[in-house]
Structures are given as structure tokens and as C-alpha cells.
């Protein structure tokens, strides 16, 4: 089986990267032209490079090490820093454009040369604490399931004395540092433990009915239905900013909530509680309705 | 919460064309998209990343991105964020996503787990099918810290989700919105629960 790195996949990272200075997406930019903005924009990028190849942490790491290579490249970053700022300054925008991609480009590679091994020291270990604790969450999921089904065909999905073994062989790795060996465990736990998971529950559909212990439970179940609502009558709200009919039946909408909700809190504190859920009920529909007005499909 | 808010409503808030507006027969004669303007008329729809307002335009990357009109030209459409129905181009094998950053051949741990919650009032009863979600996620990414897996532990609202915690820690975000009622609130209160309801 291959071995499971257990990062974000792929697909659900990729559309998060975002490369733009913030400085670039500023309103007053927007505003001031294409060429001011540009300007901008690179000046953010000198900032970040000169931030980069002047930063006291990597310069540490690349003295310290006995690189040659990233020595030099470290040198030429901060060069191609000095060339671009220079460039700048003399309006040569497109000269210092190319002197800093090739210098961030650069600095890259020397961050990649010279591994930052305390910092990733570090991340490994809290990527291990956090696995190890999902490997015991869903073990405890797994043995609920088992419980639940009274199947000893589904108990025996799950390699438990395998899963013990490999939890405690990476805890003695973890205890002398050895993260990567102490992940590759869990990440091994993890995969059996998942697995034996998926294939008790293949198919299965779960019911979560809506059962309430007390009048008050259901109370507070409204409340929370009830500023749901709000918050999305809310949103509508701005939606309709410029048009002022749409708006004043809203705000109708919403004052006869308020009302509705002030009501049903009295008669809380005045212990009908079944009274005070039938009231917030009513809240919550006249809310419902003006959402249904605005074309909402519920 | 107002650009997220708004970017809500604009995704699919008001999905139904025919549906009642606040001045019927004005807005809509002129642009069928008037009456919700935030919500980019197809034209406006995936810039390239040059014109996204995300990457560097000046950036070497940005120009060597392929465009992602070029790129969904052939993808099933969806009705919010960049109109991709992203579940279905997966499910009709129109893409085949690497699921491990590192490792080629790792293949998700799917499972087809339906989780049903009842609701009150005249939304249908929520689905929410694991296994569309496992096609694309991991279990960690989600468990324990988001939801813990056992049953009654978790309180989901959907105050909670607008204020982006529980689902709307992608909902809205990198998933479809919550505007789209539907795709959740999927299993009709008279119906029983079974897995060909499962939301697309």
C-alpha cells in the first residue's frame, strides 16, 4: 500500500495559492490607474525580496552551513536584490520587475539548499501529535460502530493489536525525536484504522432525528433557528441596500420578528416554555417568508 | 462577513429566474441578471489569472497559468463560485485529481457513509453523503477538529456555518455556498432516508 503523506490533496489546495502583495488588492490602487497600481505592486515585491534575502533567520541558516553552493546563491539573491532596487529608483520598472523575479527566484532555491531543520522539526512533531490523536479518535469511532452493529464480521475489519503495535513503535520513535519514522507509523496506524471504518459503514445512512430532552432544549434549538434566519435576512439586507421597497419589507419582516421574539422571551421568563417555542416558530416563518420573496428556493 | 455575505447571496440566492423580485416586470425586462447584480454575468465569469484580481499581473506565473475558461470549457456547469459542479466532473470521470501532494498513486479512502439530520420547520431534512466528500477530502480534514466523529457530539446551525465555522469552513469559501438550499437540505421530510438521495 503506498505510504499516505497526509497533506491537503491536491485539489482542495490548489485553488488557495495566492501570490499577489496585499498592498496590490487596496482600494485607493484600484482607483489611481493600472500604472500606479503596477508601481505599487513592485514596490511590494522589492519589500518582500529584500525582506527575504536580508532575513536574519536564513542568512543564519546558510553561514552556519557548510554550502557552498547556497552561499553563492544567497549572494546573487541579495545581488539581484541591490539591481532591482537600484532600477527602481532610476524608474527602470521593467528592469527591476526582471531583477526581482529572478531574485525571488533565487531565494527560493536557497531556502530550499538549506533546510530550516528546527522549524521542521517542529511541524513534524505537531503533524505527529495530531495524527496520533486522530488515530485514537477514530479508534474509539470504530469500536462505537462495532458496538452498535453486534457484528463480529465488523469487529474483525479492524487490526486492532497491528494499530497498537505501530502507535507505540512511533511513540518511541517521537521520543527520540524521529519524526519521520514516527509519522510513517501513524500515517500506517491511520490508513487501517480508516479503512476498517469505511467498510463498516459503507452504505450506511445515519439518522439524526430531532429529539429534544427537555421544552428548554427546544428552546434553545429555536433561538438559534431563529438567528439563523436573522443572519441570513441580513446578508439580504445589504443585498437590497438600493432599492427601497424591497427593503422596507424586510425591515417589516424584521421588526415583527423582534416583536414576535421579545414576546416569546416573556413568556419564557414566565416559565410557558411551549408557548414561548410556538412564538419563535412564528418568528422564524415570517423570516422565512421574506426570504422566499426575495426568491430564495426553500 | 459582508463580502463573504454578499458573495453568498450573489452565488445562488436567487436561483429561480421566474421567482418573485421587489419590482417585478422593470429590472428583469432590461438584464435577466438584474435583479441580482452581484452575481457576474457569464461573460465576466473566470477571468484569466492575469485579469483575476488574485495573481500578480505582472507575475511570470500569471501568464503561464492556463485560463480557466480554456480550462472548464468541457466541465459540468454549477451555479456559484467559478460555475463548476465540481462533485459531478469528478463522479463523471472528467477529472482525475492526484489525491496526495507527494505520492501519485495513493488513492482516497472513500466512505460512502450518508449522515441524515432533521430539521425543523419547512426545510427538508439535511444529507450529508461522506462519500462525495472522501472523493476529494481527507478524513483529517475534517475530523476531529471540525467535527468530532461521533454521534450528538457535534451542534451544527446554520448560524454556525455563516459565521464560517463547521461546514462553513469551506462552504461559501471553497464550496459551493449555502445559498444553494438544495444540496444539502436534500431528503423531503416524508421520504426515507436512503443513498440515491444523496446531494450531487
Same mark, same amino acid.
Given at each position: 500500500?503506498?505510504?499516505?503523506?497526509?497533506?491537503?490533496?491536491?485539489?482542495?489546495?490548489?485553488?488557495?495559492?495566492?501570490?499577489?502583495?496585499?498592498?496590490?488588492?487596496?482600494?485607493?490602487?484600484?482607483?489611481?490607474?493600472?500604472?500606479?497600481?503596477?508601481?505599487?505592486?513592485?514596490?511590494?515585491?522589492?519589500?518582500?525580496?529584500?525582506?527575504?534575502?536580508?532575513?536574519?533567520?536564513?542568512?543564519?541558516?546558510?553561514?552556519?552551513?557548510?554550502?557552498?553552493?547556497?552561499?553563492?546563491?544567497?549572494?546573487?539573491?541579495?545581488?539581484?536584490?541591490?539591481?532591482?532596487?537600484?532600477?527602481?529608483?532610476?524608474?527602470?520598472?521593467?528592469?527591476?520587475?526582471?531583477?526581482?523575479?529572478?531574485?525571488?527566484?533565487?531565494?527560493?532555491?536557497?531556502?530550499?539548499?538549506?533546510?530550516?531543520?528546527?522549524?521542521?522539526?517542529?511541524?513534524?512533531?505537531?503533524?505527529?501529535?495530531?495524527?496520533?490523536?486522530?488515530?485514537?479518535?477514530?479508534?474509539?469511532?470504530?469500536?462505537?460502530?462495532?458496538?452498535?452493529?453486534?457484528?463480529?464480521?465488523?469487529?474483525?475489519?479492524?487490526?486492532?493489536? #497491528?494499530? =497498537? !503495535?505501530?502507535?507505540? *513503535? &512511533? %511513540?518511541?520513535?517521537?521520543? /527520540?525525536? $524521529?519524526?519521520?519514522? @514516527? +509519522?510513517?507509523?501513524?500515517?500506517?496506524?491511520?490508513?487501517?484504522?480508516?479503512?476498517?471504518?469505511?467498510?463498516?459503514?459503507?452504505?450506511?445512512?445515519?439518522?439524526?432525528?430531532?429529539?429534544?430532552?427537555?421544552?428548554?432544549?427546544?428552546?434553545?434549538?429555536?433561538?438559534?433557528?431563529?438567528?439563523?434566519?436573522?443572519?441570513?435576512?441580513?446578508?439580504?439586507?445589504?443585498?437590497?441596500?438600493?432599492?427601497?421597497?424591497?427593503?422596507?419589507?424586510?425591515?417589516?419582516?424584521?421588526? #415583527?420578528? =423582534? !416583536?414576535?421574539?421579545? *414576546? &416569546? %422571551?416573556?413568556?419564557?421568563? /414566565?416559565? $410557558?416554555?411551549?408557548? @414561548? +417555542?410556538?412564538?419563535?416558530?412564528?418568528?422564524?416563518?415570517?423570516?422565512?417568508?421574506?426570504?422566499?420573496?426575495?426568491?430564495?428556493?426553500? | 462577513?459582508?463580502?463573504?455575505?454578499?458573495?453568498?447571496?450573489?452565488?445562488?440566492?436567487?436561483?429561480?429566474?421566474?421567482?418573485?423580485?421587489?419590482?417585478?416586470?422593470?429590472?428583469?425586462?432590461?438584464?435577466?441578471?438584474?435583479?441580482?447584480?452581484?452575481?457576474?454575468?457569464?461573460?465576466?465569469?473566470?477571468?484569466?489569472?492575469?485579469?483575476?484580481?488574485?495573481?500578480?499581473?505582472?507575475?511570470?506565473?500569471?501568464?503561464?497559468?492556463?485560463?480557466?475558461?480554456?480550462?472548464?470549457?468541457?466541465?459540468?456547469?454549477?451555479?456559484?463560485?467559478?460555475?463548476?459542479?465540481?462533485?459531478?466532473?469528478?463522479?463523471?470521470?472528467?477529472?482525475?485529481?492526484?489525491?496526495?501532494?507527494?505520492?501519485?498513486?495513493?488513492?482516497?479512502?472513500?466512505?460512502?457513509?450518508?449522515?441524515?439530520?432533521?430539521?425543523?420547520?419547512?426545510?427538508?431534512?439535511?444529507?450529508?453523503?461522506?462519500?462525495?466528500?472522501?472523493?476529494?477530502?481527507?478524513?483529517?480534514?475534517?475530523?476531529?477538529?471540525?467535527?468530532?466523529?461521533?454521534?450528538?457530539?457535534?451542534?451544527?446551525?446554520?448560524?454556525?456555518?455563516?459565521?464560517?465555522?463547521?461546514?462553513?469552513?469551506?462552504?461559501?469559501?471553497?464550496?459551493?455556498?449555502?445559498?444553494?438550499?438544495?444540496?444539502?437540505?436534500?431528503?423531503?421530510?416524508?421520504?426515507?432516508?436512503?443513498?440515491?438521495?444523496?446531494?450531487?
Amino acid at each position: 500500500m503506498p505510504v499516505r503523506t497526509r497533506h491537503w490533496p491536491l485539489a482542495a489546495i490548489v485553488s488557495l495559492v495566492v501570490v499577489m502583495p496585499a498592498q496590490h488588492l487596496t482600494a485607493d490602487v484600484e482607483t489611481a490607474g493600472p500604472d500606479l497600481a503596477a508601481m505599487r505592486a513592485l514596490s511590494s515585491k522589492l519589500q518582500l525580496l529584500g525582506r527575504l534575502v536580508h532575513g536574519e533567520d536564513l542568512v543564519r541558516r546558510v553561514t552556519a552551513s557548510d554550502d557552498e553552493e547556497a552561499r553563492r546563491a544567497l549572494a546573487r539573491a541579495q545581488e539581484l536584490w541591490q539591481l532591482a532596487d537600484a532600477s527602481f529608483a532610476t524608474g527602470d520598472n521593467e528592469a527591476a520587475g526582471n531583477y526581482a523575479g529572478e531574485g525571488l527566484a533565487a531565494v527560493t532555491a536557497v531556502s530550499r539548499m538549506v533546510v530550516d531543520t528546527r522549524r521542521r522539526n517542529s511541524e513534524d512533531k505537531a503533524r505527529y501529535e495530531t495524527m496520533r490523536k486522530r488515530v485514537l479518535s477514530f479508534t474509539e469511532a470504530f469500536q462505537r460502530v462495532a458496538l452498535e452493529k453486534q457484528d463480529r464480521a465488523v469487529a474483525g475489519l479492524l487490526n486492532q493489536p #497491528e494499530v =497498537t !503495535r505501530l502507535l507505540g *513503535e &512511533a %511513540e518511541q520513535y517521537a521520543a /527520540r525525536d $524521529d519524526y519521520a519514522h @514516527a +509519522i510513517e507509523h501513524v500515517t500506517h496506524a491511520s490508513d487501517l484504522v480508516e479503512t476498517a471504518l469505511a467498510k463498516a459503514r459503507d452504505r450506511d445512512t445515519l439518522l439524526h432525528e430531532l429529539k429534544f430532552d427537555t421544552p428548554e432544549d427546544e428552546y434553545s434549538y429555536e433561538e438559534q433557528r431563529n438567528m439563523s434566519y436573522r443572519m441570513l435576512v441580513e446578508i439580504l439586507e445589504r443585498e437590497k441596500a438600493d432599492n427601497p421597497e424591497g427593503l422596507a419589507s424586510i425591515r417589516k419582516a424584521v421588526e #415583527e420578528n =423582534t !416583536r414576535i421574539r421579545e *414576546e &416569546a %422571551e416573556g413568556l419564557m421568563k /414566565r416559565g $410557558d416554555v411551549r408557548a @414561548a +417555542i410556538g412564538r419563535l416558530e412564528e418568528g422564524t416563518e415570517t423570516l422565512a417568508r421574506v426570504l422566499r420573496m426575495s426568491g430564495l428556493v426553500f | 462577513m459582508t463580502r463573504t455575505g454578499l458573495a453568498l447571496l450573489a452565488g445562488g440566492l436567487f436561483l429561480s429566474a421566474t421567482a418573485l423580485v421587489w419590482s417585478p416586470g422593470v429590472a428583469v425586462a432590461q438584464d435577466p441578471n438584474a435583479f441580482n447584480r452581484l452575481m457576474k454575468p457569464p461573460a465576466k465569469r473566470n477571468p484569466p489569472p492575469t485579469a483575476d484580481g488574485i495573481h500578480d499581473p505582472a507575475g511570470i506565473g500569471a501568464k503561464t497559468l492556463q485560463p480557466p475558461r480554456e480550462s472548464f470549457s468541457s466541465l459540468p456547469a454549477g451555479n456559484s463560485g467559478n460555475y463548476i459542479d465540481w462533485v459531478k466532473a469528478l463522479g463523471d470521470g472528467k477529472i482525475t485529481p492526484r489525491y496526495d501532494r507527494v505520492n501519485p498513486d495513493v488513492d482516497p479512502i472513500v466512505m460512502d457513509l450518508n449522515i441524515v439530520r432533521e430539521v425543523k420547520g419547512s426545510m427538508p431534512d439535511v444529507v450529508y453523503p461522506h462519500k462525495q466528500h472522501t472523493e476529494w477530502l481527507d478524513c483529517s480534514n475534517c475530523h476531529p477538529a471540525i467535527f468530532i466523529p461521533q454521534k450528538g457530539a457535534n451542534n451544527i446551525s446554520m448560524a454556525s456555518i455563516l459565521l464560517g465555522e463547521k461546514c462553513g469552513v469551506c462552504h461559501g469559501k471553497v464550496a459551493f455556498p449555502v445559498a444553494e438550499c438544495r444540496r444539502c437540505h436534500s431528503r423531503a421530510k416524508d421520504k426515507p432516508a436512503a443513498a440515491a438521495d444523496t446531494a450531487r
